[in-house]
């Protein structure tokens, strides 16, 4: 499982043993080559160090490949059974622990299949008839970012779930709209936090859309042009979870679209991320001073005795920046690769788990805080009624008395003008006063200037009357339930 860092986290090159080293070194193709591997090539060109973390998805795809070598006659049942009790246990040593990882096996797969042999002794050698350590790891990444996005959903939906509950508490909250970060209109603090809703909602689609698409078993492709043997890649597609066999082999073992795909999910996630802890950044300043966050999610300073800082947010905020770095370097990596497979493509798996331990940190620590977040109501409310955020409720009352929209934006302006130079707000205006504006404004008139009379008014689907909250809220929360 991509959250399960305790089996994945990679070793140094230093810390795995080479057990394989020199004499024995590249015994997995040393036939054809005159001489060893340079010591600090091996160490660079190897990747062990990193995708032994792919571990079980490895383990998982060469049990769906020997149960079809099998199944087609290429080796029996009883070496079949053979092969895949070995891996089981070489999984099981894995995850206790007692696996002697070896930089000179370079990668998960030759560890794997050279502790297999070990093992089970020359049965282990036929399990790599008719694959390729090419078709083996764009299989292993598919498995693996199709549980990571499981994971990832799963985080998502209990920040979204946070995030309705709250906006269902503080749906008649009334805070100020901004446009330009200059006060706009009042608004409900659950209207703002359903529109962050609204964000997450496409991601989930978006992860979703990910999933499928990458959900297609490149095993069989082999090196790049197929297998002479008659494999049955339906079946280690059907048994791995797939939907079926990738197309085109050449592109089976080339393509990485679905990781680029994943990690720009990943990066418009982050993007929504960023902009929440921005806005969670100012609403706890001093200044704006409209939530509190927990102490529990915030630090002090080691000097200045009063400071409560929002690290949390400034964290996931800065945090956007490496998994958008990622999403570059995977763009990069592809952009000049010539088909079909290349030893680029081992570059992709840093810049990956990277992306998913990121995520899944950063929607972790959202979803523990949102709920925790409160609500700073009479400062909100306050804010709210400065900065003539009813201007245009009144222009729009005019509108209904049968002025002009332009013309009725113009006498507002006036209006607005005037208690600038008094230092007063447009609810403050005496009706007399109002009324040199314009002779139909009437006493109603106080009605639509305050912001609650603002806010109930907006009273349609996606407005911000908390009557229309609460319902969107609902609905959001029904989208959430019914998620398969
Ligand atoms: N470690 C390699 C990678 O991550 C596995 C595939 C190696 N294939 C090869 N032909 N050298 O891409």
């Not at 997995?28 to 600090?40: K, M, N, S, V």
């Not at 749906?171 to 901004?178: R, S, V, Y």
């Not at 959001?476 to 339930?481: H, R, V």
Request: proline share 3%; aromatic share 6%.
């Amino acid at each position: 499982m991509a959250s399960d860092k305790s089996s994945s986290s990679p070793v140094s090159s230093s810390q795995a043993t080479d057990t394989a080293s020199s004499s024995t070194s590249n015994s997995l193709w040393g036939g054809r080559f005159q001489e060893p591997t340079d010591a600090f090539v091996e160490r660079f060109t190897a990747s062990v160090q990193f995708d032994r973390r792919l571990y079980t998805q490895d383990i998982r795809g060469s049990i769906a490949h020997a149960s079809m070598l099998a199944k087609v006659g290429v080796i029996t049942d009883d070496e079949s059974q053979k092969i895949i009790t070995g891996l089981k246990a070489i999984s099981d040593d894995i995850s206790n622990e007692t696996f002697d990882w070896s930089v000179a096996r370079e990668d998960v797969h030759m560890n794997i299949e050279a502790a297999l042999t070990e093992k089970i002794g020359d049965v282990g050698k036929k399990l790599h008839t008719g694959r390729s350590r090419n078709d083996q790891v764009a299989t292993d990444i598919r498995l693996y970012l199709r549980d990571a996005i499981d994971a990832v959903v799963a985080q998502l939906t209990r920040l979204q779930q946070g995030l309705i509950s709250l906006a269902t508490r503080e749906a008649a909250t009334i805070m100020p709209g901004f446009t330009h970060l200059q006060t706009a209109q009042p608004v409900t603090f659950g209207h703002h936090l359903l529109a962050w809703n609204a964000m997450l909602e496409r991601d989930y689609s978006r992860l979703k859309d990910c999933q499928t698409r990458m959900n297609e078993c490149p095993l069989g492709a082999a090196a790049l042009a197929g297998t002479t043997y008659p494999i049955d890649r339906e079946m280690t597609a059907a048994a791995l979870g797939f939907t079926k066999p990738t197309e085109n082999s050449l592109d089976s073992v080339s393509d990485r679209d679905f990781a680029i795909e994943f990690n720009a999910c990943a990066s418009i996630i982050m993007l929504h991320l960023s902009r929440f802890s921005e806005e969670l950044v100012l609403w706890t300043s001093s200044q704006f001073d409209f939530i509190d966050l927990p102490d529990r999610f915030c630090t002090g300073s080691s000097i200045m005795p009063q400071k409560k800082n929002p690290d949390v947010p400034e964290l996931v905020r800065g945090k956007s920046g490496r998994v958008y770095g990622h999403l570059v370097s995977l763009l990069t990596l592809m952009k000049s690769q010539p088909l079909a497979y290349n030893k680029d493509n081992q570059e992709d798996k840093e810049p990956l788990f990277d992306t998913v331990d990121t995520l899944l940190d950063c929607l972790n620590a959202y979803a523990d805080m949102v709920p925790a977040i409160t609500a700073k109501v009479d400062n909100m409310l306050v804010a709210a009624g400065k900065g003539f955020s009813t201007a245009t409720d009144l222009a729009d009352y005019l509108v209904r008395k049968g002025i002009a929209f332009r013309d009725s934006h113009e006498i507002v302006g006036n209006a607005v003008a005037r208690c600038i130079e008094q230092g007063c707000d447009l609810s403050e205006l005496p009706l007399e006063t109002l009324q040199s504006y314009h002779s139909q404004i009437a006493e109603d008139v106080y009605d639509i200037l305050t912001v609650e009379g603002s806010v109930a008014s907006r009273d349609h689907i996606g407005g911000t009357a908390p009557q229309q909250v609460l319902s969107a809220a609902k609905r959001a929360s029904t989208q959430i339930n019914n998620r398969v």
